[in-house]
């Protein structure tokens, strides 16, 4: 099981800070052909991503391609792909023609490249009002679409929104990709980049606030929201602890024929029971990853 705590963007034409990235503690390293690549650099930056992903790493690579409105999103497909790329970060989705077409395009490079079919993930981003509205149909029904991520720059200039320090305008957009990526059938979304970035405090409240309503992880643009990020969105002491006393003392009573009882000053049945799993199994995936930190990629 791959984390997706943290997702750090880096620029695919900045050499140095690409080597410290796939080495920085976060789960995935987004390589960007995109907005912080400018139009004149794209191609070169493209033709490095083969060397870039050549190296040892600790972090899940992905790629994020331009969007499929421009001319470059095939070529960057491609070059991903070709380079070893663990995943494809698509920008701007709007409609379930968007995902099948890259979906399909994938496909038959997996076949030229003789990859197994499905093993390159596509990471959707949903960055419009129109993709939102169409995010659950968008995103069901492609098996390489684990998961979706919320992506408020543009969606904030379309809808005229003025974002304070907490970003607490976007919360009704938030709740309606968390209810799609449901719907959809897959793992919770990864939230947006959060763009004060000397603000660590709230930073982390933005995190604890985006678990809460449903969120995996989030992407970011700077190394020193790496460690704030994969703490918020991991179960704490008091969560693993409450959870443990959950299943031992819930699987005694379900072996009794009681499937509804109470820990401490809560109500447990089943729902609460599996929730309870969930963040044992949370903490165990966490385990593993910290303890396979010195294993670099690719193997």
């Not at 968390?178 to 409240?205: M, Q, W």
């Not at 990020?229 to 002491?237: F, G, I, L, R």
């Amino acid at each position: 099981m791959h984390l997706f705590r943290s997702l750090l963007y880096v620029p695919a034409d900045n050499e140095r800070r690409i080597e410290k990235a796939l080495n920085s503690g976060a789960d995935v390293a987004i390589l960007d052909l995109e907005d912080s690549v400018a139009v004149e650099r794209k191609e070169a930056a493209r033709n490095k991503l083969k060397s870039h992903l050549a190296r040892p790493r600790t972090a899940i690579a992905y790629v994020r391609v331009n969007a499929m409105s421009t001319p470059f999103c095939l070529e960057d497909i491609h070059a991903a792909m070709e380079s070893g790329a663990s995943g494809i970060s698509l920008p701007m989705v709007e409609s379930p023609e968007d995902v099948f077409a890259v979906d399909w395009v994938m496909s038959q490079l997996e076949k030229k490249l003789a990859l197994e079919a499905g093993s390159v993930g596509l990471l959707p981003v949903i960055e419009t009002a129109r993709g939102l509205q169409f995010a659950a149909q968008a995103l069901a029904r492609v098996k390489r679409v684990r998961r979706a991520g919320l992506g408020v720059g543009d969606l904030a200039l379309e809808m005229n929104l003025e974002l304070s320090a907490d970003q607490r305008e976007i919360l009704p957009y938030r709740h309606s990709l968390v209810l799609a990526s449901s719907v959809a059938g897959l793992e919770a979304p990864l939230d947006t980049v959060y763009l004060d970035l000397d603000n660590l405090e709230g930073l982390r409240e933005s995190c604890i606030q985006s678990r809460r309503i449903g969120f995996q992880g989030r992407r970011i643009i700077h190394p020193s929201h790496i460690a704030i990020v994969n703490e918020a969105y991991a179960p704490t002491d008091a969560e693993v602890r409450l959870a443990e006393k959950i299943v031992a003392e819930f699987g005694e009573a379900e072996r009794n024929g009681i499937a509804a009882m109470r820990v401490g000053a809560s109500v447990v049945d089943y729902p609460v029971a599996r929730r309870a799993q969930a963040v044992l199994a949370r903490r165990d995936a966490i385990r593993q990853a910290e303890a396979k930190q010195k294993v670099v990629f690719p193997q």
